[in-house]
């Protein structure tokens, strides 16, 4: 059984950094393209970043440029997403997805296959 579990979200400061981790368990993460998304209370869900299956090539959405990394542990069978200048308009749930194919619409939910249960990310002081 295909299952994603996210981890690593928490309260924290504004500035202050936190990195989640997306880790799978029946399946290797490094065949599949990974968006992080993350939904607000009232808002719809949005896509924060995405890399691809094999290249490696990142997007991300113009909120999280310059703050945000996302990157592959193969080892750990995680992609993880580091964030820094953590600001309060982050404070939303974090869900990691999987998708078969590379590239286009990599923001759209709808393109996702798979998706873990959320960490609830809260930035506040």
């Known amino acids: 059984q295909l299952q994603l579990v996210e981890s690593g979200g928490g309260l924290v400061q504004p500035g202050g950094s936190l990195r989640l981790s997306c880790a799978a368990s029946?399946?290797?993460?490094?065949?599949?393209?990974i968006g992080w998304f993350r939904q607000a209370p009232g808002k719809e869900r949005e896509g924060v970043s995405y890399i691809s299956r094999r290249a490696g090539i990142t997007y991300y959405a113009d909120s999280a440029k310059g703050r945000f990394t996302i990157s592959r542990d193969n080892a750990k069978n995680t992609v993880d997403l580091q964030m820094n200048s953590l600001k309060p308009e982050d404070t939303a749930v974090y869900y990691c997805?999987?998708?078969?194919?590379?590239?286009?619409?990599?923001?759209?939910?709808?393109?996702?296959?798979?998706w873990g249960q959320g960490t609830q990310v809260t930035v506040s002081s």
């Open positions: 997805a999987t998708r078969v194919t590379d590239g286009r619409f990599w923001s759209i939910p709808g393109e996702y296959d798979h």
């Open positions: 029946g399946f290797t993460l490094d065949y599949y393209a």
